[in-house]
């Protein structure tokens, strides 16, 4: 087990390094001088100025030294400051990362709420009309973007019946849950219905297998209930696996949720990095890739190292 | 409404696919830091206000285009109540001098931060902080007489001191010391208390148009500037009608009257009226537009022609809501570098406009009916518009178009250095929205059907393409071939012109003897000696006709030599519930009528509710 962890650790270090390195790369790659690119037309003859910034952002160091000394910092926990709005950036991560984690936790409790019912009863009814149906829904759902859902969602929620709010945020300290809840719920679900059509299936799919196991038929043989035999002896097993995707999928949410954020316009770290593409505000852009990378990482080996220690026969393997 | 979502995927889509899913920042902003012009007297004066009853109109109003009519307020106002509007961007920052600020920056900076003097509807200056003014007899010293009993949000007083401490700031903000080195500053010098003087290091005609601009004329407390200097960001005091009082960026600002507000309406009442306005960045153009339909929001701001379209279809199915448009001098378009062959030629430029359908590219732009074929730098509503420019423009004529490009085509002496009856090859590039892309490829089309171009479509994001025009430094020539771009603002013609043609480089202007006289935003890289004398002479004299004449030639030279092509003029709008009123009718102290919402930048010391 050691050792299945430390190179389970090796790799995440090897991956946040790979990276650090190619995103730092990329920003640097991009045509055009950052200190243009902060300063109004009205500025750019004075040369002077340029120079005085480029000294003052360190940007006419080696692109080796300005890497070097971001990973350095970056170690410590300092992501720099945004060349555009003097923010730290480490600042604008930690005020915006409520927002994307409740809207990703969020909708992973949606699919995982709606999904294991779902997944659960079309494998018991396999082939019949709720599980036809139930395909039919996963199916579009898979198919839609989630942009488009949302469209969809603030025409039929806000447009059509005026129940929610289109845009804005309401934050729990401020406004309570329910005022938050209210502006959380549209995007979360929007943003819920891919990883929740993914489950119903996943959990469909093991179900049947495990609706044909041995003790099962053994179960319904001495007459336990079918509802009983479902949810006591047939999902548990289907879980460890529906487990393992809804941790997987977390990791992915924070990532999806940028277009999501800028559709309903929410204060997180999507909509953050977005306009720091815009404005070419390289540092921003580097911190929050390399923590969204960082917390998809981490996720995705934590619920690695999970599961090996959940099943003995991987563990062995 | 039924299928308004649906209208909305297509783009979104698009949008997708291109990896830009989320808009942002917008080309059609209006830099705030990019002044403005028009002074014309020796000295100007305080005027009775109008009675309430007056309606003032302004400008005049083309066939075709969006209404543009600015109009003083009939209805009696009313205090209290909040306006919610929803703003295409976040701000950046609040920082007058060192934070770059468009069209939705300025819609909530001037909620707080007034400017030295104000546009009024018919193009020219007027007082707001400064009272009066007037210069020597060169336009090397403007004196300023300020208003008096004037308090900032922290309670200190405004004089002319302030705007001296101000100066040591903005002489090296970010924004600011581009402007003060524009605006040619070398002085700022307080006379007494209320009196300021601006001691210019050249004659500028047109100089107080420099202090409407945030740049350069936004007035803020210097003594919580430098103690705070970041901070000040977030809390930006200044002489505004409202103060900040919550700022959660990317989700909501809020600023509150300010109960120490220097000015009241024409009836004595103290304004503002409004307890507050809440100020909400919702990038997705659509998703704004539904918010205001849907009450989340009461007011929203956009600068895409699309979005007008929406907003007038929505109105005319039954929605409750004010439309405020306007037709800016503001021309899409876009530049040919004039530094690489076969853009270098004349030929090859005209050709290439004679062919694009600018019909066509406004329609793909989603502007027909809304926008108007541009022409030259100022629309039809423009005091500074010229029909014979209008004439001499080289417009649609697909035919002689490519006659001019065929006799290039066969110039053994041709500039790109390639073989007689070879192919020319041109880069067109635009930002990858999806209403440009379309506008490129009409053109892309046209160009191509000559069976003589090889045109080579590129995209990249706003800023790329920007610095992809705008090259390295100390040069400054870019690499690009016929650049999607935009042109003109509301400004005094001089802000703009005098710097987009100074001499592309130091070595252009040594070659020329002027010195040191050079300007990187040159985009198209095109020097004319001669027009640049005239643009010198522009900000040598005051008077109208003079100046009317002398840009006239200007645009002339640009019709005939063709470094840039047009599409069609910038509409923005304001959108609002139609109580919401005082938006496009607020007057300056001296009771003329302020210049309504150009940009879809809105006053705020004068809206009121109407309950």
Redesign the interface.
């Known amino acids: 087990m050691g050792k299945i962890l430390t190179v389970r650790l090796a790799r995440l270090v090897a991956t946040l390094f790979a990276v650090s390195l190619l995103t730092f790369l990329l920003v640097e790659q991009?045509?055009?001088?950052p200190v243009?690119?902060?300063?109004?037309?009205?500025?750019?003859?004075?040369?002077e100025?340029?120079e005085r910034?480029r000294a003052e952002l360190q940007l006419d160091d080696p692109a080796l030294v300005r890497y070097g000394r971001w990973v350095t910092d970056a170690l410590q926990g300092d992501l720099g400051k945004s060349y555009?709005?003097?923010?730290r950036v480490a600042d604008?991560i930690r005020?915006?990362i409520p927002v994307t984690m409740e809207l990703a936790l969020l909708a992973t409790v949606i699919a995982a709420v709606l999904a294991v019912p779902i997944g659960a009863f079309s494998a018991y009814r396999e082939g019949g009309r709720f599980d036809r149906m139930m395909s039919g829904f996963t199916t579009a759902a898979l198919s839609i973007?989630a942009?488009?859902a949302a469209?969809?969602f603030?025409?039929?929620f806000?447009?059509k019946f005026?129940w929610l709010?289109?845009?804005?945020?309401n934050?729990i300290t401020d406004k309570g849950l329910l005022a938050n809840l209210k502006t959380a719920i549209l995007p979360a679900s929007a943003l819920a219905l891919a990883p929740l059509a993914i489950n119903a299936r996943l959990i469909r799919a093991d179900m049947i297998g495990t609706l044909k196991e041995d003790y099962v038929l053994s179960a319904r043989a001495k007459g336990l209930r079918d509802r009983y035999i479902l949810m006591r002896h047939a999902l548990r097993p289907s879980a460890l696996t529906a487990i393992t995707v809804f941790g997987l999928q977390l990791g992915g949410l924070i990532g999806g949720t940028?277009?999501i954020e800028?559709?309903?316009?929410?204060?997180?770290l999507?909509?953050?990095l977005?306009?720091g593409?815009?404005?070419?505000d390289v540092m921003m852009i580097q911190g929050i890739t390399l923590f969204v990378a960082t917390v998809y990482v981490v996720v995705n080996t934590a619920v690695d190292l999970l599961y090996l220690a959940l099943d003995p026969r991987i563990r062995r393997q | 409404?039924k299928k308004?979502?649906l209208k909305?995927?297509a783009p979104?889509?698009a949008i997708?696919l291109i990896g830009a899913?989320?808009?942002?920042?917008d080309s059609d902003s209006e830099?705030s830091?990019?002044s403005d012009t028009e002074s014309s007297t020796e000295t100007e004066t305080t005027e009775a206000p109008e009675t309430e009853d007056t309606v003032l109109e302004a400008g005049t109003e083309a066939e075709g285009d969006v209404d543009t009519e600015v109009e003083a307020v009939v209805e009696e106002s009313s205090y209290g109540g909040t306006v919610i509007i929803?703003l295409e961007?976040?701000a950046?920052?609040l920082r007058p001098w060192e934070?770059?600020c468009s069209s939705p920056c300025l819609v909530m900076m001037k909620a707080m931060i007034d400017t030295m003097v104000e546009r009024r509807a018919d193009g020219t200056y007027g007082p707001w902080l400064a009272k009066s003014w007037s210069s020597n007899e060169g336009y090397t010293e403007w004196t300023f007489e300020l208003q008096e009993g004037v308090l900032f949000h922290n309670g200190y007083s405004f004089n002319a001191k302030t705007l001296v401490d101000m100066f040591e700031l903005q002489k090296?903000g970010?924004?600011s010391?581009?402007?003060v080195?524009?605006a040619k500053v070398g002085e700022v010098v307080a006379v007494d208390n209320l009196t300021v003087k601006y001691v210019l290091t050249g004659a500028h005609s047109a100089f107080p148009s420099f202090l409407y601009g945030v740049?350069l004329g936004g007035v803020f407390e210097p003594n919580a500037a430098n103690e705070d200097f970041?901070g000040f960001?977030m809390n930006p005091i200044g002489t505004g009608p409202f103060m900040m009082d919550k700022r959660?960026?990317?989700?909501?600002t809020i600023v509150v009257r300010n109960p120490n507000y220097w000015m009241s309406d024409e009836d004595g009442n103290q304004l503002p009226y409004l307890d507050s306005v809440q100020f909400?960045?919702?990038?997705?153009e659509?998703?704004?537009l539904?918010?205001l339909?849907?009450?989340?929001?009461s007011m929203m701001q956009t600068l895409r022609q699309g979005t007008i379209r929406d907003a007038r279809a929505a109105k005319a199915d039954g929605a409750d809501i004010t439309l405020l448009e306007f037709q800016g001098n503001n021309v899409g378009g876009g530049q040919y570098n004039n530094n690489n062959p076969p853009l270098d030629d004349v030929r090859v430029r005209k050709g290439l406009t004679q062919m694009n359908n600018q019909d066509a590219v406004i329609e793909a732009l989603g502007g027909t009916g809304i926008s108007l074929p541009g022409t030259q730098w100022f629309s039809p509503d423009s005091p500074w518009y010229s029909e014979k420019v209008a004439a001499a423009w080289p417009k649609f004529d697909f035919d002689a178009g490519k006659a001019l490009i065929e006799e290039y085509v066969n110039d053994p002496d041709r500039s790109d250095g390639r073989d007689v009856g070879d192919n020319i090859e041109v880069e067109l590039s635009c930002p990858p929205d999806p209403t440009l892309i379309a506008a490129i490829q009409v053109i892309e089309q046209l160009w191509s059907a000559t069976g003589m171009i090889d045109v080579n479509v590129t995209n990249?994001?706003?800023?790329?393409h920007?610095?992809?025009a705008?090259g390295?430094?100390?040069d400054?020539m870019g690499e690009h071939g016929a650049h999607c771009w935009r042109w003109s603002s509301n400004d005094d013609p001089s802000t703009f012109l005098n710097?987009q043609f100074?001499p592309p480089t130091l070595g252009i202007a040594a070659a020329y003897g002027l010195d040191g006289i050079?300007?990187?935003?040159n985009f198209p890289n095109y020097f004319d000696i001669e027009m640049f004398g005239w643009l010198v002479a522009a900000i040598s004299t005051d008077v109208f006709e003079e100046r009317y004449a002398l840009y006239e030639m200007v645009m002339m030279r640009l019709a005939r030599d063709v470094p840039v092509w047009y599409s069609g003029h910038t509409a923005t709008l304001l959108a609002a519930e139609s109580n919401i009123l005082g938006v496009n009718g607020w007057l300056l102290p001296d009771g003329s009528l302020g210049a309504g919402f150009p940009s879809a930048v809105a006053r705020w010391g004068q809206v009121f509710i109407d309950n």
């Open positions: 991009l045509p055009g001088d243009t690119a902060l300063l109004p037309p009205e500025a750019l003859h004075d040369l100025t340029i910034i555009i709005t003097d923010q604008a005020d915006r973007p942009f488009v469209i969809f603030i025409w039929l806000t447009l005026n709010p289109s845009t804005g945020w934050r940028v277009v800028t559709v309903f316009a929410l204060p997180g999507g909509t953050r977005i306009s593409i815009y404005q070419r | 409404m308004s979502w909305l995927i979104l889509f997708a899913a989320c808009g942002g920042s830099s830091s990019s929803g961007a976040e950046t920052g934070d770059g090296v970010a924004i010391a581009g402007v080195s524009a740049g970041d960001s959660d960026l990317d989700n909501e909400r960045p919702i990038p997705d659509g998703t704004r539904d918010s339909l849907s009450g989340t929001t990249y994001d706003q800023q790329t920007i610095n992809y705008l390295a430094p100390p400054f710097t100074a050079f300007s990187p935003i």
